[in-house]
């Protein structure tokens, strides 16, 4: 048992006695105070055996359900008959009794309720018969009244604390189940990722192979051209670092996984227009904004930003309802900014699956942090739904 369960058991313990320890103590002080009186007939120790036990059994409601309340309407009953015909019973006999019908009401198990309900229509009908309240029969039916309250209220808050425990384990099932299909996303999402940048990777290494062999057959020639030479190795040596870096990302994501990785050409953003212009065909009207030195991205980072076009214009065509459509593409010094814009509705899209390759935000979002980027998406001023990514563009080294 850990340290908290501990504490739970105690603080249950310490309830479940509160209410029964406070009619005990307010019997005791009447029973000292008024036994000289003849309040209560008999001898004193008699009264508190009775009170003892009456509220031991509302104590130990938790451990025996059923039958402690009804040990304690059994022991107040029998504690009532001890008084002379005409006079009224305990004041805490009558506590005693409204809250053992409480907790009879509070059953959540189905048969226990029942059994409950009938002992206490079985004590009433016996006490139309029976001396039960001190001999006045007029005292049976509020009697009656108030434990069929006690037992209404239990059986009411019983049932409001069930729909509501009910209530809270379908949210942390369904916020668990949630969690696990945006990971098994994320899974998926890696896996594919791995599986394209190890074709960049590839081909990049192939790249170097063919031109270090075509060099070195060069350099056995008669002819040799030190420009051509030096520009051949200086390409090998860019290609080279860039599949280093592009091999360091791919190791920091490679997920196992059942699917055979195809050794395929990879897009990128030179196929933007291809890409736009299956989108103009689906019927939407796409304004392009490209800016900036077009410089020559690493593979890596350019099948990353054709990817994330991609699937923002994916989005567009599949919750957005536009009419046209905005992309925007700024080659910067240190880095590259893509937005992706419509004029649809600007309501709640793409939670974290859509039909398709992909998985919405999350794998543009995943795409983006391979690459140490950034991105956001939400409504636009005038309406509408904008992604922008931002990834930076670092210079290529060995170390």
């Not at 390759?357 to 140490?372: A, D, S």
């Amino acid at each position: 048992m850990t340290r908290s369960d501990l504490v739970l058991g105690l603080r249950r313990v310490a309830l479940d006695w509160l209410a029964p320890t406070v009619v005990l103590v307010i019997g005791i002080v009447n029973i000292s105070q008024q036994s000289r009186s003849a309040a209560y007939p008999g001898p004193p120790g008699r009264h508190l055996a009775f009170l003892v036990v009456a509220v031991a059994g509302l104590g130990l409601r938790r451990r025996a359900p059923l039958l402690a309340p009804l040990l304690t309407i059994a022991v107040v009953t029998w504690w009532t008959t001890l008084w002379p015909v005409g006079t009224q019973g305990p004041f805490e006999g009558f506590v005693l009794m409204v809250g053992a019908a409480y907790c009879l009401g509070s059953l959540r198990d189905a048969r226990k309720l029942t059994i409950g309900a009938g002992a206490l229509a079985a004590w009433f009908v016996i006490g139309l018969f029976v001396d039960l309240v001190g001999g006045r029969a007029g005292d049976l039916a509020p009697i009656a009244v108030w434990l069929t309250v006690g037992f209404g209220v239990g059986y009411l808050i019983s049932r409001r604390t069930e729909q509501a425990r009910q209530a809270r384990e379908a949210t942390r099932v369904l916020a668990a189940e949630q969690e696990r299909q945006t990971a098994r996303a994320v899974e998926d999402e890696r896996a594919r990722i791995a599986r394209e940048l190890h074709d960049v990777v590839a081909h990049g290494l192939s790249v170097i192979v063919v031109q270090a062999g075509a060099e070195r057959r060069s350099l056995h020639g008669p002819n040799l051209d030190e420009e051509s030479i030096d520009s051949t190795l200086g390409s090998i040596e860019r290609a080279g670092r860039e599949a280093l870096v592009d091999l360091r990302r791919l190791l920091g994501l490679l997920r196992r996984t059942d699917e055979p990785v195809a050794l395929s050409p990879q897009p990128g953003l030179a196929q933007l227009d291809d890409l736009l212009s299956s989108v103009r065909e689906a019927g939407l009207q796409v304004d392009v904004d490209i800016s900036g030195d077009r410089s020559q991205l690493p593979p890596g980072l350019d099948l990353t930003a054709y990817r994330i076009v991609q699937e923002a214009l994916t989005n567009v065509l599949k919750h957005a309802n536009a009419q046209c459509v905005r992309v925007g593409v700024a080659f910067q010094r240190t880095h590259l900014d893509l937005e992706v814009s419509d004029d649809g509705s600007s309501g709640p899209r793409n939670r974290f699956a859509i039909a398709g390759p992909g998985h919405g935000l999350i794998g543009m979002r995943e795409r983006v942090n391979v690459f140490g980027g950034t991105i956001s998406a939400g409504t636009s001023t005038g309406g509408g739904w904008t992604v922008h990514a931002r990834l930076p563009v670092t210079a290529v080294g060995v170390g």
